[in-house]
């Protein structure tokens, strides 16, 4: 089994910024992909940021240009520096990491964080 643990989420005023970040501990071999999706209230979860294992980004539109992902691979760590935060970022945050808990060609498994709650006042 894997688990991941966000971190970082909070208040924080408009125009404001924070930092989440997300361990992955467990059975892990390596990890492709890891992202952050997030979900606000009566709407369903959306593709924030990810990152691939060569560090290859794709970032949500609305988010471009104020949030960056980044990962720390000997950690096995995954952030996302959010900035000029804006009353529509709010929402829980959830990590996601794609992984092979075996050597070799075996499966892939995407696990999930708990999520971390983010709250933007105007």
């Known amino acids: 089994q894997v688990q991941l643990v966000e971190s970082g989420g909070g208040l924080v005023q408009a125009g404001g910024s924070l930092r989440l970040s997300c361990a992955a501990s467990?059975?892990?071999?390596?990890?492709?992909?890891m992202g952050w999706y997030r979900q606000g209230p009566g709407s369903q979860r959306e593709l924030v940021a990810l990152i691939t294992n060569e560090e290859s980004t794709n970032y949500a539109d609305s988010v471009k240009g104020r949030f960056t992902i980044s990962r720390d691979n000997a950690n096995n760590t995954v952030y996302l520096q959010m900035n000029s935060l804006k009353s529509e970022d709010a929402a829980v945050y959830y990590c996601?990491?794609?992984?092979?808990?075996?050597?070799?060609?075996?499966?892939?498994?995407?696990?999930w964080g708990q999520g971390t709650q983010v709250t933007v006042s105007s």
């Open positions: 467990g059975s892990i071999f390596s990890i492709a992909n």
């Open positions: 996601s990491a794609v992984v092979r808990s075996m050597p070799g060609s075996g499966p892939l498994s995407r696990y």
